[in-house]
């Protein structure tokens, strides 16, 4: 699956560590991992980034926005209160941002619970009796993870998203912690980049689920790379042979770990073979195990889910899938070879 949800009732510190090592990350009071994600109607692959702390030491321009911040403002770290006064600061950290936004800050990090399962922390930044930032964090046993970060618009020169990252690690180098997850980066899609200044990360490869050196990462080993390397090859392959299909978007590929449907289509991007009126063959590739797979689909369509119309809006639909697809699960059609799944894909192409 490319995208796994659940939501814990309860999550211990070193509960915690493990999913944190495994690259999840927590939304709301959810906890989730995947392999893509979709940013201004293009798939990406987010990679999840950590950073040991043993033996850290911040780079020079980092020193700087430390020293400079802490002199001129008064920060605290605490145990995590929502209160007006840090939803005030969200409703207005929010507006530099497009796109679908939790309407506060108690949905965003509590889903609109008053329990919180996890032990959250806070960075808060005053200048004189004026908040002007304030930052997430989660503890583990031996980590902890930055969850959000939120400040005045007015204090962007500051860099203070940053700054409350660096509070946070140097909290956890006080408390005696081994890890420090600042969530992913999003290579080809450079709004997460300011996440790789914090010092020298390690990243999760997606295959084999260990931790390497970021000197090593090359994108053309991210799941979304492969994924579109080996349906492009396969689009072209099936035109030789006289099968016209189409590479379609699905930005509704992770909506079934929401509600529990184990038979929706989990795969950002598909191979479409041949549509009907109720029916949608595709052909998609799972990147992680090196499978092509074929699914006859039923279709349903998205615009009759009213919670998704506003991920659906931005998309064209000469390129995008707008129905719901769901399929159960067909051994049949799964295969390691390109020249295999195209000898199935021509024959679904021609029948009745």
Same mark, same amino acid.
């Not at 991007?269 to 092509?292: E, G, M, P, W």
């Not at 799964?334 to 799944?341: L, Q, R, T």
């Given at each position: 699956?490319?995208?796994?949800?659940?939501?814990?009732?309860?999550?211990?510190?070193?509960?915690?560590?493990?999913?944190?090592?495994?690259?999840?990350?927590?939304?709301?009071?959810?906890?989730?991992?995947?392999? =893509?994600?979709?940013?201004?109607?293009?798939?990406?692959?987010?990679?999840?980034? %950590?950073?040991?702390?043993?033996?850290?030491?911040?780079?020079?321009?980092?020193?700087?926005? $430390?020293?400079?911040?802490?002199?001129?403002?008064?920060?605290?770290?605490?145990?995590?209160?929502?209160?007006?006064?840090?939803?005030?600061?969200?409703?207005?950290?929010? !507006?530099?941002?497009?796109?679908?936004?939790?309407?506060?800050?108690?949905?965003?990090?509590?889903?609109?619970?008053?329990?919180?399962?996890?032990?959250?922390?806070?960075?808060?930044? =005053?200048?004189?009796?004026?908040?002007?930032?304030?930052?997430?964090?989660?503890?583990?046993?031996?980590?902890?993870?930055?969850?959000?970060?939120?400040?005045?618009?007015?204090?962007?020169?500051?860099?203070?998203?940053?700054?409350?990252?660096?509070?946070?690690?140097?909290?956890?180098?006080?408390?005696?912690?081994?890890?420090? =997850?600042?969530?992913?980066?999003?290579?080809? =899609?450079?709004?997460?980049?300011?996440?790789? %200044?914090?010092?020298?990360?390690?990243?999760?490869?997606?295959?084999?689920?260990?931790?390497?050196?970021?000197?090593?990462? !090359? $994108?053309?080993?991210?799941?979304?790379?492969?994924?579109?390397?080996?349906?492009?090859?396969?689009?072209?392959?099936?035109?030789?042979?006289?099968?016209?299909? !189409?590479?379609? $978007?699905?930005?509704?590929?992770?909506?079934?770990?929401?509600?529990?449907?184990?038979?929706?289509?989990?795969?950002?991007?598909?191979?479409?073979?041949?549509?009907?009126?109720?029916?949608?063959?595709?052909?998609?590739?799972?990147?992680?195990?090196?499978?092509?797979?074929?699914?006859?689909?039923?279709?349903?369509?998205?615009?009759?889910? $009213?919670?998704?119309?506003?991920?659906?809006?931005?998309?064209?639909?000469?390129?995008?899938?707008?129905?719901?697809?769901?399929?159960?699960?067909?051994?049949?059609?799964?295969?390691?070879?390109?020249?295999?799944?195209?000898?199935?894909?021509?024959?679904?192409?021609?029948?009745?």
């Amino acid at each position: 699956m490319s995208t796994i949800i659940i939501r814990p009732e309860k999550l211990s510190h070193q509960q915690l560590d493990k999913l944190l090592a495994l690259g999840w990350f927590r939304m709301g009071q959810l906890i989730f991992t995947c392999h =893509y994600i979709f940013f201004d109607k293009t798939c990406y692959s987010p990679m999840w980034l %950590r950073l040991q702390l043993e033996g850290y030491e911040m780079s020079k321009s980092l020193r700087k926005i $430390n020293r400079k911040n802490r002199a001129a403002f008064q920060v605290s770290v605490q145990k995590a209160v929502i209160d007006k006064e840090k939803n005030n600061l969200f409703l207005r950290h929010k !507006k530099r941002f497009k796109g679908y936004k939790s309407a506060t800050l108690q949905q965003t990090l509590l889903d609109q619970e008053e329990h919180n399962i996890y032990d959250t922390y806070e960075v808060t930044v =005053y200048d004189g009796d004026l908040l002007i930032a304030a930052s997430f964090f989660d503890v583990g046993e031996n980590s902890t993870t930055s969850i959000m970060g939120i400040f005045d618009p007015d204090y962007s020169k500051f860099s203070l998203g940053l700054f409350t990252m660096l509070v946070e690690i140097e909290y956890g180098i006080a408390t005696g912690r081994d890890f420090y =997850y600042p969530g992913y980066f999003v290579p080809k =899609y450079p709004l997460f980049d300011y996440k790789l %200044r914090l010092g020298k990360m390690e990243y999760l490869y997606a295959k084999d689920r260990a931790w390497y050196s970021f000197e090593k990462f !090359k $994108n053309n080993k991210t799941p979304i790379f492969e994924l579109r390397k080996k349906l492009k090859s396969l689009k072209k392959t099936l035109k030789e042979a006289g099968v016209e299909t !189409k590479i379609l $978007n699905y930005p509704l590929f992770d909506k079934g770990s929401f509600d529990g449907s184990p038979q929706l289509i989990q795969s950002p991007l598909f191979l479409s073979i041949k549509q009907t009126n109720k029916t949608h063959v595709i052909v998609d590739y799972d990147a992680i195990k090196n499978k092509y797979r074929l699914f006859i689909c039923k279709r349903y369509p998205g615009h009759l889910f $009213n919670s998704w119309i506003n991920i659906l809006e931005p998309f064209s639909k000469r390129n995008t899938c707008f129905d719901y697809l769901s399929a159960e699960s067909n051994d049949l059609g799964i295969y390691s070879k390109e020249a295999d799944i195209a000898k199935l894909a021509i024959a679904f192409s021609t029948s009745k």
